[in-house]
């Protein structure tokens, strides 16, 4: 920002590639309780799996209602990874599904994906290997009406409307109604990391006695005491939302992924739980079939 007035956003026009699953020289992960899993959702197209699902209600590992977009040049993936936001429109110029439209739904670490949700029978006729256009928007978004100490970013300008985030008025405080606010203790992988370009695990247990309660895919979360500003870190006093993105895990120190996109200390910007009505990113916000 400069001044009074902010600065106008640029627009970038990205490539990405959908992602085939990868496993190393064994199929199989060791989870928690040392048990061995084949890890089936980890990247590339998932079926069956869309907003609004519970990330416990599949037998998968970090399983994305979508596709996961990577880039073959590493450099390229960074900034795939790192200019993407949620809400972004997505389309398909290759393949049997060329020209269908997709959004983009959330980030996935390991050396960055971008995750894009389809309509299923757009899914179904996308491969590995289809070339995916992208219109980047959202990153050093600075509003008059936010605090000067909030940071928002991985989030297209035009979601903030349909998100329950209340912007009251000019510097005021921000409140943002989630599904459950967890404390940073539970963050897993992703600590350290760039908040720009990865999405943060959160180590929650399943629903039940002793269990945090559900949580679905496009959920807002709030992680206390987390700065999310640069590289994810604990900071007293802090507050990070972000909207979850993928599904659960059976391996140590992950679980549901969350997209950071509010950053702020807790006087500023003040996360409401609703367990029971909260609404959070949705498809038809995004106008997918």
């Known amino acids: 920002m400069t001044g009074e007035a902010a600065l106008r956003l640029v627009a970038v026009n990205l490539l990405g590639v959908v992602e085939h699953p990868a496993l190393g020289d064994t199929p199989y992960r060791v989870d928690r309780d040392g048990r061995s899993y084949v890890p089936a959702g980890d990247g590339g197209i998932v079926m069956d799996l869309k907003l609004g699902d519970s990330v416990f209600g599949l037998d998968g590992d970090h399983a994305a209602p979508g596709a996961c977009l990577v880039h073959p040049d590493p450099a390229s993936r960074q900034a795939l990874a790192s200019y993407a936001c949620i809400g972004n429109q997505a389309r398909v110029r290759t393949g049997r599904a060329a020209g269908a439209q997709g959004a983009v739904v959330g980030k996935r670490g390991e050396e960055g994906r971008v995750i894009v949700a389809f309509g299923q029978d757009d899914l179904a006729r996308l491969r590995p290997g289809d070339e995916v256009a992208l219109r980047a928007r959202g990153q050093g978004l600075c509003l008059p009406v936010l605090p000067l100490n909030v940071t928002i970013m991985n989030l297209d300008p035009d979601m903030l409307a349909s998100l329950p985030v ?28 760039p908040a720009v370009a990865w999405d943060l695990d959160l180590q929650l247990p399943p629903p039940g006695p002793g269990g945090a309660g559900d949580l679905a895919l496009g959920d807002l979360v709030a992680v206390t005491d987390l700065d999310a500003r640069y590289n994810m870190g604990y900071r007293r ?7 979850i993105g993928h599904g659960a895990s059976p ?39």
């Open 166 to 193: 209340d912007l009251a008025g000019q510097g005021g405080p921000v409140d943002v109604g989630v599904r459950m606010s967890v404390p940073s203790r539970l963050a897993g992988n992703g600590i350290g990391r």
């Open 237 to 243: 006093g802090w507050v990070t939302v972000g909207v």
């Open 251 to 289: 391996l140590p120190g992950h679980g549901p992924g969350l997209t950071p996109v509010l950053t702020g200390p807790a006087t500023a910007l003040r996360p409401v739980p609703d367990p029971a009505g909260h609404v959070g990113l949705t498809a038809a916000m995004l106008k997918l079939q």
